[in-house]
């Protein structure tokens, strides 16, 4: 795995053997499934979290591991009484950077396959069945959640006004329809997180995206559902006003942050690439399996694309950078 920053490199290797340490086989003979879950400051939230976690799934069994990114409050002992294993890293780097440590212990102890989800419970935990099973049966090397064609709680015009305009921007710049760039419940093959470079700190989640569609791996989206955060606040959107809760002022920080991001993962992939447009070309669509509606050029692995872009849920709806917050 290659770090953009020695120092991130230093604070993870550290982590790391705290972690293998810590839980001895527990860390390095992981069950085929890990859950990796960024944890800042969720006290009160991300035990229930952990509980509502499924001890299987597609057949396999699971294992969680929450990385606590510089928790200053009870959130490490709460993950650790609720059955996870806790990576409790003593500096706060923002959510990308914990989830990279999280992929990392993953991959490292044996795990064949990796979810992510949230710690503040917007995301429905029985949906991890759906996003996971197109992994497993080798329709896609990485499938992530889509609320605009599941379900969403929220009101707020304006991120959902962002959620299109990203989803559109990413798919013009990679030439692969995507739906929903920001979802947090998402699952991959555990290795495919160790070829795309992972450098950001925060808003990671487009850079994982167009880094494992630039790297020519099959990316599927699935129905899903986000519900609104029950218990603290969010982090997103961090800076100097944002206390003041000024309406759109936040969003409108964590918009330019994240594209930001977006716009720089984006050249950075076309310059390791080469290319002098859109990174991949998208064809007809064609329908694979229980993913409703698939555009995939042929192939397996890195190299071919497959993407998902259901408008109909199997089923019904299922209830540096210096904001440096998870």
Avoid at 46 to 72: F, M, N, Q
Avoid at 135 to 141: F, K, P, S, Y
Avoid at 175 to 203: N, W
Wanted: aromatic content about 6%; charged content about 20%; hydrophobic content about 40%.
């Amino acid at each position: 795995m290659a770090y953009g920053n020695p120092a991130d490199q230093v604070v993870d290797d550290a982590a790391v053997k705290a972690f293998v340490q810590g839980y001895g086989d527990r860390a390095t003979r992981l069950a085929p499934v890990a859950i990796v879950i960024a944890a800042y400051n969720e006290e009160g939230a991300i035990g229930p979290v952990i509980e509502e976690l499924p001890g299987e799934v597609c057949g396999l069994a699971t294992v969680t591991i929450v990385v606590a990114d510089g928790c200053a409050d009870g959130t490490v002992a709460e993950a650790r009484a609720a059955g996870a294993l806790v990576c409790d890293v003593p500096v706060n780097r923002g959510q990308g950077a914990a989830l990279r440590l999280g992929y990392r212990l993953a991959r490292e102890g044996g795990a064949d396959y990796i979810v992510t989800t949230d710690a503040d419970g917007q995301y429905n935990p029985a949906e991890i069945q759906r996003v996971l099973a197109p992994v497993v049966a080798g329709e896609a090397d990485f499938v992530t959640g889509s609320r605009r064609l599941g379900s969403q709680e929220t009101k707020d015009m304006i991120r959902r006004t962002g959620v299109r305009f990203f989803a559109g921007t990413i798919s013009m710049l990679t030439g692969q329809k995507i739906s929903d760039t920001t979802f947090g419940l998402r699952a991959m093959r555990a290795e495919v997180t160790g070829t795309v470079l992972l450098e950001q700190p925060q808003y990671q989640a487009s850079e994982l995206l167009i880094g494992v569609i630039t790297h020519g791996y099959k990316v599927a989206e699935v129905p899903a559902t986000i519900h609104r955060r029950r218990v603290g606040e969010s982090k997103k959107g961090q800076n100097p006003l944002y206390k003041l809760h000024i309406p759109g002022v936040n969003n409108f920080f964590y918009g330019v942050r994240f594209a930001r991001v977006a716009y720089g993962t984006w050249w950075r992939e076309r310059q390791r690439s080469g290319s002098a447009g859109p990174v991949l070309s998208v064809s007809e669509a064609e329908r694979i399996g229980p993913v409703a509606s698939t555009t995939r050029a042929n192939g397996s692995g890195p190299g071919s694309v497959e993407t998902s872009a259901s408008s109909a849920a199997s089923g019904p709806a299922l209830p540096a950078d210096p904001a440096k917050r998870t």
